[in-house]
């Protein structure tokens, strides 16, 4: 079974510029969520979407923001870059959310869209 | 105090010897521990989940937990050159799906 897919895998963009990352989590995986690493650091969480509902959001400006389709992938949408926002940006999928149980809530990153702001 | 701490190395070992990573977290009320690696220019890979208070083996790999004194290790037997990568820790606390992650501990196994 194919892992989950990210597209672009890298992007450079300059300030003020807008970008769309793409995810497409493994088969079966009703759940996704977005990160940001920047080097040195873990993944920072940006946003969860459990059955197209937005279950989680992390601590991030209005400027981004994300959506899931019906098939269950999803977009991470960054508008107005900054040179801040260069970094890898992961996505994860999972089974579930809110169902406890080894399994359910383990989450397998894609290998994600690296981002250059010039 | 971090949700998650991992001292960032790096962590030096011979080849054939035991790695032992550690993370501490803030939440006592946490309910799910991972483990992942992640080498460089990589996205991390998932290697080890732990729910309950134990040891939780899986082939070179045991996970740790100790939810009195908030802590979960990684224990890596045998190690590799291969696993030369970044450990991170990833906590998801009480009443929460979404894991914090610890900074990453920087694992070095030497021939």
């Known amino acids: 079974d194919a892992g989950v897919t990210q597209s672009p895998t890298h992007l450079i963009k300059t300030r003020g510029q807008h970008v769309t990352l793409r995810c497409s989590p493994i088969s079966g995986h009703k759940s996704v969520s977005w990160y940001q690493q920047v080097l040195g650091q873990g993944p920072q969480f940006i946003f969860q979407y459990y059955e197209k509902e937005e279950r989680g959001r992390g601590n991030f400006p209005d400027r981004f923001s994300a959506r899931q389709f019906p098939n269950y992938s999803s977009e991470l949408n960054v508008n107005a870059l900054l040179l801040g926002d260069s970094a890898l940006y992961l996505c994860?999928?999972?089974?579930?959310?809110?169902?406890?149980?080894?399994?359910?809530?383990?989450?397998?990153f894609g290998p994600g869209t690296r981002l250059t702001v010039l | 105090q971090k949700e998650v701490e991992q001292n960032s190395g790096p962590l030096s070992v011979p080849e054939g010897a035991i790695a032992s990573l550690n993370c501490t977290y803030s939440d006592r009320v946490s309910q799910s521990f991972f483990w992942y690696r992640q080498y460089s220019g990589k996205s991390p890979e998932l290697i080890m989940s732990i729910y309950s208070n134990g040891d939780k083996e899986d082939g070179r790999f045991t996970a740790q937990l100790n939810k009195a004194s908030q802590y979960v290790s990684l224990l890596i037997r045998d190690s590799q050159p291969s696993d030369s990568a970044t450990y991170l820790c990833a906590v998801n606390k009480g009443g929460s799906y979404i894991p914090t992650f610890g900074r990453g501990t920087s694992l070095i196994v030497h021939p």
């Open positions: 994860a999928s999972s089974l579930a959310v809110g169902q406890r149980g080894p399994g359910y809530n383990e989450q397998f």
